[in-house]
C-alpha cells in the first residue's frame, strides 16, 4: 500500500519561509518522479515543483529562485523549502508520486500553508 505524508505547514508572515517534507511508504519512491502542488480555494490545483528519479527538476516560473525541492532516496523523503513566502501563496500543499511505467498516481492528504499580510 502506498502512502504520502506530508509535514512542515503553518502559519507564517510575509516574507517568512517553510520546509515541506513528504514520507513515502511502499516500494515505489525510488521510481518515481515527485512532485509538489498546490491548490487554494477556488482555483485548479497547480504543480509547484517536480524532481525525477535522478534529479531533474522543473520549477513552476512563479516559485524559481525562491522555492527548492529535493529529494532522498534512501529515507524515502522529498522537501519543499519555501522562501520569501506571499499571501497568494496561502494553499493546500500536497505531495504527489508518479511511478515510472504505471498509468496511477498517488497523494498525500495535504498539509496547508498559510501566508498572513
Known amino acids: 500500500q502506498v502512502r504520502l505524508v506530508e509535514s512542515g505547514g503553518g502559519l507564517v508572515q510575509t516574507g517568512g519561509s517553510l520546509k515541506l517534507a513528504c514520507a513515502a511508504s511502499g516500494s515505489i519512491f525510488r521510481s518515481s518522479t515527485m512532485g509538489w502542488y498546490r491548490q487554494a480555494p477556488g482555483k485548479q490545483r497547480e504543480l509547484v515543483a517536480e524532481?525525477?528519479?535522478?534529479?531533474?527538476?522543473n520549477y513552476a516560473d512563479s516559485v524559481k529562485g525562491r522555492f527548492t525541492i529535493s529529494r532522498d532516496n534512501v529515507k524515502n523523503l522529498v522537501y519543499l523549502q519555501m522562501n520569501s513566502l506571499k499571501p497568494e501563496e496561502t494553499a493546500v500543499y500536497y505531495c504527489?508520486?508518479?511511478?515510472?511505467?504505471?498509468?496511477?498516481?498517488?497523494w498525500g492528504q495535504g498539509t496547508q500553508v498559510t501566508v498572513s499580510s
Open positions: 524532481i525525477t528519479r535522478g534529479g531533474s527538476i
Open positions: 504527489n508520486a508518479r511511478p515510472s511505467q504505471s498509468r496511477y498516481e498517488y
